[in-house]
Nanobody, 119 residues
Framework: QVQLVESGGGLVQAGGSLRLSCAAS????????MGWFRQAPGKDRELVAR????????YYADSVKGRFTISRDNAKNTVYLQLNSLKPEDTAVYYC????????????WGPGTRVTVSS
């Protein structure tokens, strides 16, 4: 059974940094796409960044490009999202998700971790 568990959220001042972790278990994730999404109150969930587990290729939403960095540690089966230069508009619940190779949508989701950025 695939499990994704996020950690690392919290309260931070604007301009600060956080590192989110997503511990993945239950199978090997070769060529899976791992994504970080976020959902702010009253807004739709949006894709923030994604990474191919095997190739390491990445994608970032324009709103976070240059501030956030996604990475993975194959040995630890963990995906990270480094959040720098945080803004109040980054406040949201952040979710880790996994998409199987060739799939159109993300199959597995974590419960989320809350990030609050104060001004």
């Amino acid at each position: 059974q695939v499990q994704l568990v996020e950690s690392g959220g919290g309260l931070v001042q604007a301009g600060g940094s956080l590192r989110l972790s997503c511990a993945a278990s239950g199978r090997t994730f070769n060529y899976y796409t791992m994504g970080w999404f976020r959902q702010a109150p009253g807004k739709d969930r949006e894709l923030v960044a994604r990474i191919n587990w095997s190739t390491g290729s990445t994608y970032y939403a324009d709103s976070v490009k240059g501030r956030f960095t996604i990475s993975r540690d194959n040995a630890k089966n963990t995906v990270y999202l480094q959040l720098n230069s945080l803004k109040p508009e980054d406040t949201a619940v952040y979710y880790c998700a996994a998409k199987t190779p060739g799939a159109n949508s993300y199959t597995y989701w974590g419960p989320g971790t809350r990030v609050t950025v104060s001004s």
